[in-house]
């Protein structure tokens, strides 16, 4: 799954401008439209920093940020490096809901978790945060196959957009970048079309 992930880190900065076609309905919708804006990147450096300042939550119950923290720690699990909790996935989604997102987004990415372990219950017997790490692997692959290969254009999947948000998230904090990429603030040149060797880390700069 982290493989997999690394490749689409550069495929999501450049989401926009992506034809419609259709999702499935089983994994619920919410907004496209401000999911990325120009100043995602700034708002979530701010809303990490929110973090820090205390431990409440804003706007997810405890039993939802257990739900969004075994979503993501399946996406970015801990291997040599660290997993999406660690670096504070969860609680940086949170404060974004509660200061960056209008209500209506909101309200339908909860909603859209809420339908993600629905959904689960009905497939697999339990709901997500019952199965084993196994099991999750499992689903959140089946989910990822069905939605992650699709374009989007106003409105997209919650899984899309969850993933999505983590990986952003995840790729703008130190231990994200540092222990995944290559970082170089200064990379020098454009070189297009570079062939990735298998365990090699992709190369960024500060224009990430």
């Known amino acids: 799954m982290r493989e997999n992930v690394l490749l689409e880190h550069s495929k999501l900065i450049k989401w926009q401008n992506v034809k419609r076609r259709e999702?499935?309905?089983k994994s619920g919708w919410v907004l496209g439209s401000?999911?990325?804006?120009?100043?995602?990147?700034?708002?979530?450096?701010?809303c990490a920093g929110r973090t820090n300042?205390?431990?409440?939550?804003?706007?997810?119950?405890?039993?939802?940020?257990q739900l969004v923290s075994n979503i993501a720690d399946t996406i970015l699990p801990k291997t040599d490096t660290v997993s999406a909790s660690e670096v504070q996935v969860p609680q940086v989604i949170d404060v974004l809901l509660n200061d960056v997102y209008e209500a209506d987004f909101k309200d339908r990415f909860l909603n859209g978790l809420a339908e993600f372990d629905h959904n689960c219950e009905l497939d697999m017997g339990?709901?997500?945060?019952?199965?084993?790490?196994?099991?999750?692997?499992?689903?959140v692959a089946k989910i990822d196959r069905e939605v992650m290969e699709k374009k989007y254009q106003d409105s997209i999947p919650f899984y899309f957009s969850f993933k999505s948000l983590c990986i952003h998230i995840y790729f703008l904090t130190e231990e994200g970048i540092k222990q995944n990429l290559n970082y170089n603030p200064i990379p020098g040149g454009f070189a297009g079309d570079i062939a990735l060797i298998p365990g090699q880390k992709i190369e960024v700069g500060n224009e990430m």
């Open 53 to 65: 300042e205390s431990e409440n939550l804003l706007v997810f119950d405890d039993e939802q940020l």
């Open 23 to 25: 999702a499935l309905h």
């Open 34 to 46: 401000a999911l990325f804006g120009p100043g995602l990147a700034v708002a979530i450096q701010g």
């Open 126 to 139: 339990k709901s997500f945060s019952d199965l084993t790490q196994k099991d999750r692997d499992i689903y």
